[in-house]
């Protein structure tokens, strides 16, 4: 089945930095690579998403960006800032439904 | 004001005790899922359901039990053959089956007396 492997699994940054997070998948068939952020005690929030046919995604501050040749897709954050600190995670969806959640990165970003 | 209303937000199970969690949708969706998540790990899938009476299991099934009787509703039980039930349950929604955009609730904290 698919592995998704996330990281790092905590990154603490300064505020105005970037922020980057990674995620590889093993299963091919995989071509939906959503992006959620989860504050404490809540339900994770879709905030970008891409599929296998872009190779780059950007909304204001965020951007995803896919390589299906090496099987990893990343999330970037500029100027970050201090509402920017949560959970973040990623998942790998296939054609048939099947989806699989990456470990989570827990962001911190310091004012 | 439209989305996913998971109750209780806490409860607390006792030994050999079956519990069933709330999730409701105001959404419209057809498909609905289950997730468990443990401290410092992804989500995992215990049930999904495309359509009003049909479910299907996920990855961890085994121990839980749900019910699909009306489009809003899929509440799930978790029963006593569950011996590590402690996690946070997150309920979601999405506009059709295969369609992947998730919507989540808030979730339930579970925990055990």
């Known amino acids: 089945g698919e592995n998704v492997e996330q990281h790092p699994s905590t990154l603490s940054v300064q505020e105005g930095d970037s922020a980057v997070i990674k995620c590889t998948y093993s299963?091919?068939?995989?071509?939906?690579f959503p992006w959620y952020k989860q504050e404490l005690g809540k339900g994770p929030q879709l905030i970008i998403d891409?599929?296998?046919?872009?190779g780059e995604k950007k909304d204001q501050r965020i951007a995803v960006t896919l390589n299906k040749t090496a099987k990893h897709f990343s999330l970037h954050i500029t100027e970050t800032q201090p509402e920017d600190s949560a959970v973040y995670f990623c998942?790998?969806?296939?054609?048939?439904?099947?989806?699989?959640f990456g470990d989570g990165t827990t962001l911190t970003v310091k004012p | 004001d439209g989305g996913i209303t998971q109750s209780p937000k806490y409860l607390f199970r006792k030994e050999g005790q079956n519990v069933t969690l709330s999730c409701e949708q105001n959404?419209?969706?057809?498909?609905m899922y289950w997730y468990r998540q443990d401290p410092g790990q992804g989500l995992r899938l215990i049930y999904y359901?495309?359509?009003?009476?049909?479910?299907q299991k996920g990855d961890i099934a085994e121990g839980y039990s749900v019910s699909r009787e009306k489009k809003e509703s899929f509440p799930l039980t978790v029963t006593s053959a569950q011996k590590n039930p402690t996690a946070f349950y997150l309920c979601?929604?999405?506009?059709?089956?295969?369609?992947?955009?998730?919507?989540f609730g808030s979730g339930t904290q579970l925990s055990v007396l």
């Open positions: 979601a929604s999405s506009q059709q089956a295969g369609n992947e955009k998730l919507f």
């Open positions: 299963d091919s068939a995989s071509n939906y």
């Open positions: 891409i599929r296998s046919n872009v």
């Open positions: 998942a790998a969806w296939t054609n048939a439904g099947k989806s699989t």
């Open positions: 959404l419209n969706h057809d498909a």
């Open positions: 359901s495309q359509i009003v009476n049909d479910f």
